[in-house]
């Protein structure tokens, strides 16, 4: 299982080096793995169907409590197969679509490496691992929506979804660390199996909401959906797999997992059916009102997000079955008409449907094809679309909260969504003939065997839905719902409401449909009006005012000042420092004359009379003499309180010093007073108190002894084990001799420095 | 004297921070020689100071005799002392460097990174 997920990763290194080998059938090449994964993953049906789940479990981080667990129910199984599955065929769909693009083998690098993330997220036990894979998913679809990048809308909308989706994440991880504080664990499945009542605990309320924050920027639910038709910029495959089979449905998939969990709260339930209604009923009046046909599938998927988390708020067990079919359903639909839009675009030259005609003679396979899926797309039978939409229709007609308004949504939803599929299969193909940019014909074998499997697989599932049911879709249910689940699926239910809302959404849905023509400008000037008070409108907003922020944080700050930021530095760094030691301490000003000798009172007097005058003079010589008094006092009180080897260097060190400013200093201008008074005011009182808060700490400091001196071991040491009977040295050249060793690697620096900066000036001066 | 020396120290402290605040390049390097000293004084008050007994070990001993000063912190000033003295020796033949090419030894107007 491991390897399994970590596949994608391995062969994501290699494969640069596998696109120089097999050239333009690297897209059939590396459909091996995914193939040979979705193999793999049926294999484990028969295990989930007799044992419920399975775990699968690697240490990783043991110390931290995070683990490299799988967990495989059906839930989770499902989602796998549809991602390698689908997986599969968007990787040999893109090595035709993408066929001779200079960076292909960087696309399949990150396309790998987004599936082997998505599978990890979707069969990972441990949070922490899960939200390291989202984040992963997150970073891949950012790559990939930017995969145009020499494109500067490419660019921005692969930065908006990434803004959108990581602010998500980090809202997220802060839901996950409150709900793994509720649980008692960082497991998923100690959380479901444990039966504690989590929507008592005093942080439900709140895990909930950044959970959700996270799951609905993810599944572009209202009011973030705004990012997932901009990612539309990305090449079709990804736009195919990422955002409308899989990445999009993370969100989704961590919903269904946390509904046993998190579900009982009522706050769950309401806020998942209020924001699927919601973003059901936006995506499908955009989807209807949109031209380009890579954007009419974008908003036709938000509509299907919104059906998919209004199903689990519902939460009944109908719903959830219904749930889990509109999952596959959709999945199978949606992957293959994006494979398909990316087709006509391929061989049309253009994404906008009302410039295609009558396509249907040029490139008959896609026509049947696209029908196929259009047909499941709109609910029709005998396709499984059929089946997962009576369901749907069927479980909110029985729902406990808010029937008729969920109802009433959805059918709208389902009228604008048959429009929507008329659309895509009529408009495109059939009608007069109107000529395109490319001369249309039929698009390769690669790019067709995707979609017409996936939807050969939609129609089998129509025909014989106890296939998928009794394989997986009935513990995936049972999964969401947490307890099992008996789910009855089939084609035909009789009459009863549910077809008779079918039929009647339809018949409206095609009375719409032969309008649209006549409507499309009308919708326009409505979608760009409320484009202007839309979410959208609002993400820009909000970047401009982060912008603002920052470049007037950065005047302020950051503006070059040095004296500035030294002033800041020194008030921020003793206020807090004058604080505690006040706080902690005490404020203990003593002065002890009586233990001192006269000349050491003149020696402490030196000190300052240097220290100030070297301060207030306004003769360079002068401050710099002062400096070597200052230096020379200190020395001294080395040499009487015991230190003469400090004595010494530090004489050596100052005599440097001064000789070193008399020579480059003088080069310099004469001192000359450019601050105001008021800065030097300013400047002296912070210096002041930080001087004050100094001497109360080494006040504060003599008092208090925390620990043992570790000193003694080098006094009794020195001489039996290093042999010299000057411990200082002692401790410098052997105890620390790596130390010393890194001082002189700093000295032998700075000489450098000083050397090349001379050097340089006498090549300048060379040169002139 | 510690506690004499503290004041001292703290005057010093108070000098330093006030000549590295000033606008003009040289005092900011008086200012930092300033802190340097403070710094290898600080250490030097808050360990303890001792008269006449160096952290020295009579021939023949193996230990010293009787109490002596504490040579840990003599060693760490040591080290102090000599890494001060090269960051003082770039920094000023850095500002040398920086007058000559910026031509001023104002520091507000050597803000830009691009003179």
Not at chain 1, 298 to 321: C, P, W
Not at chain 1, 600 to 628: K, N, P, Q
Request: aromatic letters at 10%.
């Amino acid at each position: 299982m491991l390897l399994a997920v970590l596949s994608g990763f391995l062969l994501a290194i290699v494969t640069p080096a596998l696109h120089r080998i097999t050239g333009r059938y690297i897209g059939w090449t590396l459909a091996i793995l995914p193939a040979s994964l979705t193999a793999y993953f049926a294999s484990l049906i028969p295990d989930i169907q007799a044992n419920g789940s399975l775990m699968l479990e690697y240490a990783w981080l043991p110390g931290l409590g995070i683990d490299l667990n799988f967990l495989v129910d059906g839930l989770s199984l499902v989602f796998a197969l549809l991602i390698s599955g689908i997986g599969t065929f968007i990787l040999i769909y893109a090595g035709s679509y993408l066929a001779g693009h200079n960076y292909l083998a960087r696309f399949f690098v990150i396309m790998l490496s987004f599936m082997a993330s998505m599978l990890g997220l979707v069969l990972s036990d441990n949070l922490i691992t899960l939200f390291v894979f989202w984040e992963l998913t997150s970073i891949t679809s950012y790559l990939l929506i930017g995969f145009n990048h020499e494109d500067v809308e490419a660019r921005k909308c692969a930065l908006q979804g990434l803004f959108v989706t990581a602010a998500g994440g980090l809202t997220l991880m802060a839901g996950l660390i409150l709900l793994a504080i509720m649980g008692d664990s960082y497991s998923l499945s100690e959380i479901l199996s444990s039966d504690m009542a989590l929507h008592e605990h005093a942080f439900y309320t709140a895990a909930v909401i950044c959970i959700l924050a996270g799951t609905f920027t993810k599944s572009a639910q209202v009011p973030f959906h705004f990012w997932l038709p901009n990612a539309m910029a990305a090449p079709t495959p990804v736009s195919a797999f990422l955002h409308s089979a899989t990445m999009v449905k993370a969100g989704i998939y961590l919903m269904a997992r946390l509904n046993p969990s998190l579900g009982e709260g009522e706050l769950w339930g309401s806020a998942l059916m209020l924001f699927g209604a919601a973003t059901m009923v936006t995506g499908a009046y955009r989807a209807f009102s949109s031209t380009g046909i890579k954007n009419v599938l974008a908003y036709s998927t938000i509509m299907a997000l919104g059906t998919l988390t209004m199903l689990i708020g519902v939460g009944t067990e109908l719903a959830l079955t219904a749930f889990i079919c509109f999952l596959v359903a959709h999945s199978l639909y949606k992957g293959g008409l994006f494979m398909i839009a990316g087709a006509l675009d391929h061989e049309t030259g253009t994404k906008d449907i009302t410039r295609m005609g009558g396509l249907r003679k040029a490139m008959p396979v896609t026509a049947a094809i696209t029908c196929l899926a259009a047909l499941s797309l709109a609910g029709l039978p005998p396709l499984f679309g059929f089946i997962a939409k009576e369901l749907l229709f069927e479980s909110l007609l029985d729902s406990p909260l808010w029937s008729a308004g969920l109802t009433t949504a959805a059918v709208a939803a389902a009228i604008l969504i048959v429009g929507v599929a008329g659309l895509v299969a009529i408009k495109p193909f059939f009608g007069q003939v109107v000529n395109t940019p490319k001369s249309p014909h039929e698009a390769p074998f690669g790019m067709l065997v995707g979609p017409a499997v996936l939807s050969v697989t939609a129609l089998v599932f129509g025909l014989a839905p106890f296939l998928p049911e009794g394989a997986l879709l009935q513990s995936a249910a049972g999964s969401v719902k947490g307890v099992p689940v008996e789910t009855y699926l089939a084609l035909w239910h009789g009459v009863n409401l549910p077809l008779i809302l079918s039929i009647g959404s339809l018949l409206l849905g095609l009375a719409l449909l032969f309008r649209w023509s006549r409507l499309q400008p009308a919708l326009y000037a409505i979608n760009t009006y409320a484009a202007r008070f839309g979410p959208e409108a609002g993400y820009f907003r909000f970047m401009e005012g982060i912008t603002i922020v920052a470049a007037w944080q950065t005047r302020v700050l950051q503006n070059g000042v040095l004296g500035l930021y030294l002033l800041l530095l020194v008030a921020v760094t003793f206020g807090l420092t004058g604080y505690t030691l006040l706080s902690h301490h005490g404020f203990n000003l003593t002065l002890n004359l009586g233990d001192s000798h006269f000349y050491e009172w003149g020696i402490a007097l030196l000190l300052v009379v240097a220290a100030i005058f070297a301060c207030t003079t306004h003769s360079r010589l002068g401050s710099v003499a002062s400096m070597g008094v200052l230096g020379f006092g200190v020395a001294l009180t080395f040499i009487l309180f015991s230190a003469p080897d400090l004595g010494i260097t530090q004489l050596l060190v100052e005599t440097l010093t001064v000789i070193l400013l008399v020579l480059v200093l003088f080069k310099l201008p004469e001192f000359t007073n450019l601050s105001s008074p008021f800065e030097r005011y300013r400047d002296l009182a912070v210096a002041v108190f930080a001087g004050g808060v100094m001497t109360l700490l080494i006040l504060a400091a003599l008092d208090i002894q925390y620990f043992e001196s570790i000193s003694s071991y080098y006094i009794e040491n020195s001489a039996p084990l290093a042999y010299g009977r000057n411990i200082v040295n002692v401790i410098l050249v052997d105890f620390r001799a790596l130390d010393t060793l890194g001082e002189i690697f700093v000295l032998s620096l700075a000489a450098l420095g000083v050397l090349s900066m001379i050097k340089l000036r006498a090549e300048d001066q060379h040169k002139l | 004297m510690e506690s004499l020396m503290a004041y001292v120290v703290g005057i010093l402290f108070a000098a330093a921070i006030y000549m590295m605040l000033r606008r003009s390049i040289v005092k900011l390097v008086i200012g930092l020689i300033l802190l340097s000293n403070a710094a290898n004084l600080l250490i030097f008050v808050v360990s303890g100071m001792t008269r006449g007994a160096p952290p020295l070990i009579p021939e023949g001993a193996d230990a010293p005799l009787g109490a002596i000063a504490d040579p840990l912190p003599q060693a760490l000033i040591l080290t102090a002392i000599v890494i001060a003295f090269g960051v003082l020796a770039f920094a000023v033949v850095l500002i040398r460097r920086a007058y000559e090419v910026v031509g001023t030894d104002d520091l507000d107007q050597m803000k830009d990174t691009d003179t």
